[in-house]
C-alpha cells in the first residue's frame, strides 16, 4: 500500500518497501493498474498522457520500476515495479 505519509515540505508517498514515489509517479502506475499490466508486457501510452507522464516515466525507469521499449511511448512493468503498482491506492481509496 502506498502510504499517504506526507509532509508539509513534500506530496511524496512511500510504498510498503519504503520506495519513495512523487504524486505523478503514483500516478502512473495507477494508469498501469487500470489495464492491468503485469511484468513484461507493454503498455502503450500516446497524446496527452505521454505528454503528462514524461517526467515521472523518466523517474520511474532511474528507480527500476518501468522499463521503456523500442516502439515510441512504450512501457513495461519491471518485478519491482509490479510490486509497486500492487500496493498503489486508487485516488478513490
Known amino acids: 500500500m502506498i502510504h499517504a ?5 513534500s506530496d511524496d508517498l512511500h510504498d510498503s518497501n ?6 505523478e ?8 493498474r487500470e489495464y492491468l499490466m503485469t511484468p513484461g508486457k507493454m ?3 500516446s497524446g496527452s498522457d505521454l505528454e503528462n507522464f514524461n517526467i515521472p516515466l523518466a523517474q520511474l525507469i532511474h528507480k527500476g520500476l518501468l522499463a521503456a521499449e523500442s516502439f515510441r ?3 513495461s512493468l519491471t518485478e519491482a515495479g509490479f510490486a509497486a503498482m500492487q500496493d498503489a491506492e486508487s485516488p478513490c481509496s
Open 5 to 9: 505519509g506526507k509532509t508539509r515540505e
Open 18 to 23: 519504503g520506495i519513495l514515489l512523487s504524486v
Open 25 to 32: 509517479e503514483h500516478s502512473v502506475l495507477i494508469h498501469f
Open 43 to 45: 503498455l502503450c501510452i
Open 73 to 75: 511511448g512504450g512501457y
